[in-house]
């Protein structure tokens, strides 16, 4: 059924559909919503489920992380410092291979104090462990959080992951969603049957420490399980469609892509400006195409080589930088596409909600024509 | 009841010969009986019990970090419920875990009064990193973060009284206890896994590492604590004082020349004026809770 709802609703209904059975957060511009909206969800007995009222972001995820490791689907979100705050645990969920499902409202990183949307915050966090999946709008958002714990759960898999969305962009707009029936999601997430749970008649021992004899076949273990998710997200993400009508069988999409001689690479709800600005360079006769990452961990480096081996230019849009370096896809993106005769720029656009219109996507292009990259768009040079 | 014949943390662990910490936890996990989840933050005991692929649990065990064990618990605690499981949730941590890095957390657990009994094994120091202060180590002591030397007597301060914090809180029962009285302690866990809510105890711990003793001595060392008033073994319900055991005290001096962390109060001479500060904190303790025999 489709309805009209903020997007945190969209979320928090996504998350409800979706039966966790312990939910812990802490409140954060601009996450609140959705965890306001869950706590009615579960006051109204719409929801069995426990809602722990924690007083910080850290022991959020680490209430989430005792609850998985005793067998229970489980759910919080966060944004920003929240995430910062939860930093440790991130990787402990990680290491120790709990399924839990986050939403990050994405936000930028203080100091100076924003509350406004870029993706600093959980980029930063692209090492530690967690499958990352970037929604372009509400409707994304929401079935990307069903699709997350089908591919998390699987015991092939036992990852964590984030669903990013972009605050207030996203999190506080109205947008028409189609609402998934319950018996659907379902019927695609079966009931959580945990891989190995704290059990008083099945005693081991979580979260040992490891000598150097043990900890780097630990890490490897992990790295295999990312990889094994690209796979598991493509598989689950063609399931969803046969679900549900709407398919994320690609960890990317492409937009004009396919006889594009230039192409912008980025994530989130900038996606949507970048299509319209798209379409108007196109009705123009300009070959311009957009290369949309969906899925940021794993990263899809051989589908994004093979989607981009036919431009010439490759312009990437980063919400995020890498002090002292890049864009962190701009990086990436470079490392994927080393030794092919590709010129790669990246842009550093949009930190701390300052507006991306369409008239900066053309712009951007313009640069990327020019050869003119790897710099910060927009700058008031006023300012500086 | 509990069958107190039964072992739950196996022989074959790391720890030091005559470690406090490792007889607490034999004896704790005696008391808490079967059908328990054991929580442990980072610490000596984790480090001792737990490196992969061995481990001295029988029963289910997890650690997470050094600061969120009644975070985990609070979670475990919640899936239970969800799931209609009955086990109990016990937090074992040693006083940094407890004192120091873990007090939001644990605040947090026992202000929302999870179900859970949090007991802390209090050896005084981060003993695993190498004897540093924490906030439970007492006033004096030498460590290698509060060092004796020409202008200083150690540490500073007196250790942080949890105990009150959490009863604070509203906890329906907080105890101390000393692994040094094995039937006491044995007997406070019991009662604290039983009632319902955020239960707390605190168990003095020696380390003979740490402290610098001889490891046949843990249990005399921990006696003394108790015997001098600077140790007091009690039990608070619903923040009420209802027992303290009760001495007939002997100078503090005994408990504490015993001990290197305090040998900078007797060499090169005996500090009869710092002696008296430590004693009068005894004093204090003993009036406090009515403990002269």
Same mark, same amino acid.
């Given at each position: 059924m489709?309805?009209?709802?903020?997007?945190?609703?969209?979320?928090?209904?996504?998350?409800?559909?979706?039966?966790?059975?312990?939910?812990?957060?802490?409140p954060?511009?601009?996450?609140?919503?959705?965890?306001?909206?869950?706590?009615?969800?579960?006051?109204?007995?719409?929801l069995?489920?426990?809602?722990?009222?924690?007083?910080?972001?850290?022991?959020?995820l680490?209430?989430?992380?005792?609850?998985?490791?005793?067998?229970?689907?489980?759910?919080?979100?966060?944004?920003?410092?929240g995430?910062?705050?939860?930093?440790?645990?991130?990787f402990?969920?990680?290491?120790?291979?709990?399924?839990?499902?986050m939403?990050?409202?994405?936000?930028?990183?203080?100091?100076?104090?924003?509350?406004?949307?870029?993706?600093?915050?959980?980029?930063?966090?692209?090492?530690?462990?967690?499958?990352?999946?970037?929604?372009?709008?509400?409707?994304?958002?929401?079935?990307l959080?069903?699709?997350?714990y089908?591919?998390?759960?699987?015991?092939?898999?036992?990852?964590p992951?984030?669903?990013?969305?972009?605050?207030?962009?996203?999190?506080?707009t109205?947008?028409?969603?189609?609402?998934?029936?319950?018996?659907?999601?379902?019927?695609?997430?079966?009931?959580?049957?945990?891989?190995?749970?704290?059990?008083?008649?099945?005693?081991?021992?979580?979260?040992?420490?490891?000598?150097?004899?043990?900890?780097?076949?630990f890490?490897?273990?992990?790295?295999?399980?990312?990889?094994?998710? @690209?796979?598991? !997200?493509?598989?689950?993400?063609? $399931?969803?469609?046969?679900?549900? %009508?709407?398919?994320?069988? *690609? &960890?990317? =999409?492409g937009?004009?892509?396919?006889?594009?001689?230039?192409?912008?690479?980025?994530?989130?709800?900038?996606?949507?400006?970048?299509?319209?600005?798209?379409?108007?360079?196109?009705?123009?006769?300009?070959?311009v195409?957009?290369?949309?990452?969906?899925?940021?961990?794993?990263?899809?480096?051989?589908?994004?080589?093979?989607?981009?081996?036919?431009?010439?230019?490759?312009?990437?849009l980063?919400?995020?930088?890498?002090?002292?370096?890049?864009?962190?896809?701009?990086?990436e993106?470079?490392?994927?596409l080393?030794?092919?005769?590709?010129?790669?720029?990246?842009?550093?656009?949009?930190?701390?909600?300052?507006?991306?219109r @369409?008239?900066? !996507?053309?712009a951007?292009?313009? $640069?990327?024509?020019?050869?003119? %990259?790897?710099?910060f768009y *927009? &700058?008031? =040079?006023?300012?500086? | 009841?509990?069958?107190?014949?039964?072992?739950?943390?196996?022989?074959?662990?790391?720890?030091?010969?005559?470690?406090?910490?490792?007889?607490?936890?034999?004896?704790?996990?005696?008391?808490?009986?079967?059908?328990v989840?054991?929580?442990?933050?980072?610490?000596?005991?984790?480090?001792?019990?737990?490196?992969?692929?061995?481990?001295?649990?029988?029963?289910?065990?997890?650690?997470?970090?050094?600061e969120?064990?009644?975070?985990?618990?609070?979670?475990?605690?919640?899936a239970?419920?969800?799931?209609?499981?009955?086990?109990?949730v016990?937090v074992?941590?040693?006083?940094?875990?407890?004192?120091?890095?873990?007090?939001l957390?644990?605040?947090?657990?026992?202000?929302?009064?999870?179900?859970?009994?949090?007991?802390?094994?209090?050896?005084?120091?981060?003993?695993?990193?190498?004897?540093?202060?924490?906030?439970?180590?007492?006033?004096?002591a030498?460590?290698?973060?509060?060092?004796?030397?020409?202008?200083?007597?150690?540490?500073?301060?007196?250790?942080?009284?949890?105990?009150?914090?959490?009863?604070?809180?509203?906890?329906?029962?907080?105890?101390?206890?000393?692994?040094?009285?094995?039937?006491?302690?044995?007997?406070?866990?019991?009662?604290?896994v039983n009632?319902?809510?955020?239960?707390?105890?605190?168990?003095?711990?020696?380390?003979?590492?740490?402290?610098?003793?001889?490891?046949?001595?843990?249990?005399?060392?921990?006696?003394?604590?108790?015997?001098?008033?600077?140790?007091?073994?009690?039990?608070?319900?619903?923040?009420?004082?209802?027992?303290?055991?009760k001495?007939?005290?002997?100078p503090v001096?005994?408990?504490?020349s015993?001990?290197?962390?305090?040998?900078?109060?007797?060499?090169?001479?005996?500090?009869?004026?710092?002696?008296?500060?430590?004693?009068?904190i005894?004093?204090?303790?003993?009036?406090?809770?009515?403990?002269?025999?």
């Amino acid at each position: 059924m489709k309805e009209i709802l903020e997007g945190s609703h969209a979320v928090a209904e996504a998350v409800r559909l979706c039966r966790p059975q312990v939910i812990s957060a802490y409140p954060i511009t601009p996450q609140t919503h959705i965890v306001e909206a869950l706590a009615q969800i579960v006051a109204d007995c719409r929801l069995k489920a426990d809602y722990i009222c924690v007083e910080s972001e850290f022991s959020a995820l680490s209430a989430c992380l005792g609850a998985a490791a005793a067998g229970s689907r489980t759910y919080s979100a966060t944004t920003a410092q929240g995430l910062a705050m939860m930093y440790e645990v991130c990787f402990n969920v990680a290491g120790m291979r709990q399924p839990i499902v986050m939403t990050i409202a994405n936000r930028a990183m203080s100091a100076p104090l924003s509350i406004w949307n870029d993706q600093q915050d959980s980029v930063s966090l692209r090492d530690s462990g967690w499958i990352q999946l970037y929604a372009e709008d509400n409707q994304e958002a929401l079935d990307l959080h069903i699709l997350a714990y089908r591919v998390c759960e699987d015991h092939e898999i036992l990852l964590p992951a984030m669903v990013c969305f972009d605050g207030f962009i996203l999190s506080h707009t109205y947008e028409p969603v189609e609402m998934p029936e319950q018996e659907d999601v379902d019927s695609y997430l079966p009931a959580h049957r945990p891989y190995q749970i704290l059990d008083s008649a099945d005693p081991i021992s979580f979260g040992m420490y490891a000598t150097p004899d043990y900890y780097m076949e630990f890490r490897y273990e992990n790295q295999r399980a990312m990889l094994r998710a @690209k796979d598991a !997200i493509k598989k689950y993400g063609a $399931l969803f469609g046969e679900t549900f %009508g709407r398919d994320y069988a *690609g &960890l990317i =999409e492409g937009y004009h892509l396919e006889d594009a001689e230039i192409a912008l690479v980025a994530m989130g709800s900038i996606c949507g400006t970048v299509k319209d600005a798209i379409d108007e360079m196109r009705a123009e006769g300009r070959k311009v195409g957009l290369l949309k990452i969906r899925c940021y961990r794993p990263f899809p480096d051989e589908e994004i080589a093979e989607a981009l081996s036919h431009v010439k230019t490759v312009a990437v849009l980063d919400k995020n930088i890498s002090l002292g370096s890049k864009g962190a896809v701009a990086l990436e993106i470079k490392d994927t596409l080393y030794g092919a005769d590709i010129d790669v720029f990246g842009y550093i656009i949009g930190l701390g909600g300052r507006d991306i219109r @369409k008239k900066d !996507i053309r712009a951007v292009v313009d $640069l990327a024509e020019k050869g003119s %990259g790897d710099m910060f768009y *927009g &700058l008031r =040079e006023e300012l500086l | 009841m509990v069958d107190k014949t039964i072992e739950h943390f196996e022989c074959g662990h790391r720890a030091c010969g005559g470690c406090g910490a490792a007889t607490a936890v034999r004896l704790i996990l005696k008391g808490a009986g079967e059908d328990v989840i054991v929580v442990s933050p980072t610490g000596c005991l984790e480090v001792f019990s737990t490196p992969y692929p061995e481990t001295a649990w029988k029963v289910p065990w997890i650690h997470s970090l050094f600061e969120n064990a009644a975070a985990v618990a609070s979670g475990i605690e919640s899936a239970l419920k969800q799931q209609g499981r009955s086990e109990k949730v016990l937090v074992i941590g040693g006083d940094g875990a407890t004192v120091d890095i873990g007090m939001l957390s644990l605040s947090g657990a026992f202000e929302r009064n999870h179900n859970i009994t949090y007991i802390c094994y209090d050896n005084e120091a981060y003993m695993n990193t190498g004897i540093q202060r924490s906030g439970a180590t007492p006033f004096d002591a030498s460590t290698s973060t509060s060092p004796a030397g020409s202008c200083s007597m150690g540490n500073k301060h007196q250790k942080k009284d949890v105990p009150a914090i959490l009863a604070a809180h509203g906890s329906p029962y907080v105890a101390t206890a000393s692994m040094s009285y094995p039937a006491d302690l044995m007997k406070k866990v019991e009662t604290a896994v039983n009632t319902p809510g955020a239960c707390y105890i605190q168990v003095h711990a020696p380390c003979c590492t740490g402290w610098g003793f001889e490891g046949e001595k843990t249990i005399a060392v921990g006696k003394l604590a108790v015997e001098t008033g600077l140790w007091v073994n009690y039990e608070m319900v619903n923040g009420v004082l209802k027992k303290a055991k009760k001495v007939k005290r002997k100078p503090v001096e005994e408990y504490l020349s015993v001990q290197k962390r305090f040998r900078h109060l007797f060499k090169p001479e005996k500090n009869e004026a710092e002696i008296q500060k430590i004693q009068a904190i005894a004093d204090a303790n003993a009036e406090k809770f009515g403990i002269d025999i």
